[in-house]
């Protein structure tokens, strides 16, 4: 399938977690470099993967719940999804794929003209510290979509209004070797039902990757969709609950695949093979399955 001229750009995934300081050693665990703690001005906070082509890990812990309830009823969709989320699920999981833009104005215009608009626009700043200590700060621009019946997962685009002028490379240095996100799978009872609002989202047309399975090509990710039988073919792992739309995997690309086990194997981290990847089923700190493959 060829790649649309317009077809969105993965930005990074969103992944609610009870405990920041579970998940950094979590990730640690697991070969990645996390970076220093973010803090949002409504009530959440952040310690961020960082990969080399600009994509990242965003874990989302709740830092001050008085902030959230009031950036809720402010109509702050972020916030009010995470929330909804974590009613549904818990405070462990993968709630929200989000895309890159240059104007997320006209990508809220378009998700409300195609009836798939999540709520209002969000502008905000937070500081940003690289690993040297360095600061700047970080403003962001997003847009929203979810389908009506979709309350466990969440979809925007990101507009980087101020990218920080810091140094991320060591940052994005992971013992693993992981590179980049390859891709992303979700779980729904009904993958093709879901064409059309991926067809607005994604900017991009589907294609058929095998069985129920169905694929969209980004400049830089694959998004498959899959139902639970389809889910555990691939990784082994039985799927979450599938009354709606679920966001499960997250495939990174390594440079070494040997070296990525030898280094779960270290960590004593339970893991799997299955076909020519790594298979790392979710654990506290890390509410998606991650996968390793190596990536050229």
């Not at 719940?65 to 909804?84: C, M, P, T, Y």
């Not at 607005?200 to 980004?218: K, S, Y």
């Not at 969709?225 to 609950?241: H, I």
């Amino acid at each position: 399938m060829s790649i649309s001229a317009k077809a969105r750009s993965l930005d990074h995934l969103v992944l609610p977690i009870a405990d920041l300081g579970i998940a950094r050693e979590r990730l640690a665990a697991l070969g990645f470099t996390v970076a220093p703690v973010g803090i949002h001005p409504f009530g959440t906070e952040n310690a961020c993967v960082y990969f080399s082509d600009g994509t990242f890990l965003e874990p989302l812990a709740i830092r001050d719940a008085g902030k959230v309830d009031e950036a809720i009823a402010a109509q702050n969709v972020f916030v009010a999804r995470d929330r909804l989320f974590r009613e549904r699920n818990g405070d462990e999981g993968f709630s929200a794929l989000v895309f890159g833009t240059e104007d997320a104005d006209a990508d809220h215009a378009v998700f409300v003209r195609a009836a798939v608009s999540a709520g209002p626009r969000l502008d905000f700043s937070r500081a940003f510290v690289d690993a040297s200590g360095k600061a700047d700060t970080a403003s962001f621009r997003l847009a929203f979509a979810a389908e009506a019946d979709m309350p466990d997962a969440f979809f925007f685009t990101c507009e980087r209004v101020n990218a920080p002028k810091v140094d991320r490379s060591a940052l994005q240095a992971h013992a693993n070797g992981a590179r980049r996100i390859v891709g992303v799978m979700a779980a729904s009872a009904d993958p093709e039902a879901h064409s059309g609002f991926f067809n607005v989202v994604a900017r991009t047309e589907p294609g058929i990757a095998n069985g129920e399975t169905i694929q969209f090509e980004l400049p830089n990710a694959t998004i498959a969709l899959t139902d639970p039988a389809g889910l555990k073919a691939a990784f082994g792992v039985e799927a979450p609950s599938v009354s709606s739309l679920r966001l499960a995997a997250i495939v990174f690309g390594v440079k070494d695949l040997a070296r990525t086990e030898a280094l779960l194997i270290a960590d004593a981290v339970d893991y799997h093979r299955r076909g020519s990847r790594l298979i790392v089923p979710p654990a506290a700190g890390q509410g998606a399955i991650f996968a390793f493959e190596e990536f050229s």
